[in-house]
């Protein structure tokens, strides 16, 4: 259990100081750098905690899909990284705002914890044999599967929408047409002539 | 062993590890195993670098290299020394930590992958539920490496092949996690060695037959994925010199190369466990042998002849093959692997479904 508990706040502890450095880090790519590995360290903590398809799926879509895809648009971006903190002092007070309605929620969320509103005591050991995946395929695709598919529909309908209000069609656009590219064969480029040789001497020569 | 160390030394030893903690006895012993395999995968990239130049140089009508060594097979370690003792030029205007880590962070995932990569029936690292995700989420991290390189250099050149390399890696990801699904459905498991077990029983039951487009998907995507010939645009010497590696020099490079040839192996191990059942032999069907005939039981070296033929494949594949045009490798995967992946997929669940073919006993 200590090694647990060592664990845990050594994770606990680089995760404070990822997050912390996304906010402090004046390079945006050092910033999109931390908060890559807040995400892996935020599922170490969740392999503690036995929910290892949780995990490896936070590093999977995140890690490995939605932060390439930021980290490429960041990289284009041409920031002037000694402007870039002009907005701390605009801001600070809707800043403070914020963050103190967090402080006082997860305040609310210990406390309730600590009148024994929940259980909160560790986790339910599991069984023998059992798979995470497979309990959580289970309840996913009976118990939930309409809110399932709403979100997938709902998923669906937000990437249509971003391409159609990004596709616009200019005139005297020229595209390739692949498909014709495809199926070009020889015979449709090149004409093979049989003809006599010039000279009536020439066959032996190469 | 015993012939090996003294009487004293064992006892010393013995003694020494009862009076370990079980948690120290299971660290120390992974630690162990994890070295253990970490070394044969090294020693294994600087083979698979002499294969290659074998393999093409035959190919081409050369012989290749012959003259460190017996045979030539001195030339890796030549190569090694070489890169090490070169020296590592950092830009003056590159982001210096990313540039150092960059190479670290492609050859880190392709190696750690192994940890659930069953060796043999009884022996795998960490036997995890997830063993499947896992692989997929660790070769999803390597496109880091890629990209911070790119990024880093401060170069035209470098972040062109940066992003030549991200699109592409993203793209043929889904088809290769798509064609993983088509596994996991037949498998039954997320489990490496579970999908394993369950192409036991002989050449028929492997895998490949019942997915034979998903296998191509696969095998193809990994070339994709990996960079390499005739996908490998994010180097382009012809046009963009070196891709992303184009500043990087000595032990750099090294790391670089070593990612690329350990990511092969890794895609190859992969796809020899996935469809072509592993370690399971190819004779295990052949009844006429006997029971338990040496040929029939599941073994490291059946895994291991897989592997080799599939890394032969990479060298062929580049041997034979001109570089794709940029927009047809998109095309390929988003416009052909994707649909061809998905279509199968709901071929496998309407048969398993309707109880008939390979699946029939999959719907219980």
Known sequence: ?206 | MKALLPDFVLNIWMSVWGWLPPLMQYLVETTFWILVVMITVILAVAFTTYFERKVIGYMQGRIGPNRVGPLGLGQPFADVIKLLIKEVIVPGKSNRFLFIIAPLLTLIPALATWAVIPLTDTFVIADINAGLLYVLSLTSVGVYGVILAGWATNSKYALLGAMRSAAQIVAYEIAMGFALVGVLMAGGSLNLGVITEAQSGGFSSWFVWPLLPLFFVYLISGVAETNRAPFDVAEGESEIVAGFHVEYSGVAFALFFLGEYANIILISALTSILFLGGYNSFFEGWTFLGEGHFLREPALLWLIIKICFFIFVFFWLRATFPRYRYDQIMRLGWKVFIPVTIVWIVVEGVMAWMQVGPWRNLAG
């Open chain 1, 1 to 206: 259990m200590l090694f647990h508990a060592i664990l845990f706040y050594t994770f606990a502890a680089i995760l404070v100081g990822a997050a912390l450095g996304v906010i402090f880090s004046r390079n945006p790519v050092h910033g999109v750098m931390f908060l890559v590995l807040a995400f892996f360290q935020s599922a170490m903590l969740w392999l503690l905690a036995e929910a290892e398809f949780l995990a490896i799926v936070l590093v999977l879509v995140y890690v490995g899909a939605v932060m390439v895809l930021f980290l490429f648009v960041v990289m284009m971006l041409d920031i002037n990284i000694e402007r870039a903190g002009d907005g701390y002092t605009r801001y600070w007070q809707l800043g403070i705002g914020i963050a103190g309605l967090m402080v006082f929620e997860l305040i609310q969320i210990v406390l309730m914890r600590g009148r024994g509103a929940d259980s909160g005591n560790g986790f339910a050991a599991t069984p023998e044999g059992y798979s995470n995946t497979e309990a959580l395929g289970a309840v996913l695709y009976t118990e939930h599967v309409y809110a399932f598919e709403i979100a997938a529909v709902i998923l669906l309908l937000a990437i249509i929408a971003a391409i159609t209000l990004t596709m616009r069609k200019r005139p005297g656009l020229k595209q390739q047409d692949i498909s014709a590219q495809v199926a070009v064969r020889a015979a449709d480029r090149i004409r093979v002539v049989k003809m006599d040789s010039e000279r009536p001497d020439a066959g032996s020569e190469s």
